[in-house]
């Protein structure tokens, strides 16, 4: 097998997907929807099944129809993440029994989505920029984009009108994470902690913050932007 017939394999995979929720054999044409609404309500069932193929289109009719959906964009975005996972997985394996070229596939259609949801919840917030939800909504997508920082400080925003919202928190303390902000990480888990002492996932997290603290105290902090200016909340 040629490096081309690899290529031109997960090509299709990207077009027609990689069957994750069964009905094997079955051809179907794709479903059009008349409104967004409808669209993404359809995306989320067909996410929730693992038809991530049939989810991405739904989704796309749904941002296509109104396309300050963030929240159809966002789904979009991670559908066509966990589609591109398994196509680079399968170009590993590929690569491996072919000996060919090992370079990974460029893909960046789920980028795309997230972008869209970056612009989408951006003129959400120029409407109402007291949305507490879309600030938080906005921080998750630029955190898909490995936009830490600036997912970081729309977290913080989203707390600051939303104290009680303690998803916002943790999301905030594993951003923190990424930035290599331990303490702060650990201020933060420990308040969400308190917040929801029976989530005991966050008792590994919390542990794990300051095991990266207790590195940085040997071996200096790893280059990151400086803390943001404000009270942890």
């Known amino acids: ?106 893909v960046s259609e789920s980028q795309k989505a997230f972008e869209g949801a970056v612009a989408a919840y951006k003129t959400l917030l120029e409407k109402s920029p007291g949305d507490a939800l879309v600030q938080f909504s906005l921080g998750r997508a630029y955190e898909k984009l490995d936009r830490d920082s600036e997912a970081e400080k729309w977290f913080r925003e989203s707390l600051k009108l939303d104290s009680a919202n303690n998803d916002v928190r943790v999301e905030l303390g594993d951003v923190l994470m990424k930035l290599a902000k331990y303490s702060e990480a650990i201020s933060v888990y420990s308040k969400a902690k308190e917040v929801d002492p029976e989530n005991f996932d966050l008792d590994d997290k919390i542990e794990e913050a300051k095991a990266g603290r207790m590195r940085q105290t040997f071996t200096g902090p790893s280059p990151s932007p400086s803390p943001t200016p404000g009270t942890i909340q």
């Open 1 to 106: 097998m040629k490096s081309l017939s690899i290529s031109s394999l997960l090509l299709t995979i990207a077009l027609f997907g990689i069957s994750c929720g069964g009905d094997a054999g079955r051809v179907e044409g794709p479903i059009q929807y008349s409104d967004a609404a409808t669209a993404f309500a359809e995306g989320e069932k067909l996410f929730d099944a693992n038809k991530f193929e049939m989810a991405v289109n739904a989704y796309r009719q749904a941002v296509a129809l109104d396309n300050l959906n963030g929240d159809a964009y966002f789904k979009l975005g991670i559908s066509l993440s966990l589609i591109e996972s398994k196509a680079r997985e399968l170009r590993k394996e590929l690569v491996t029994v072919d000996g060919g070229d090992k370079s990974i596939l460029p």
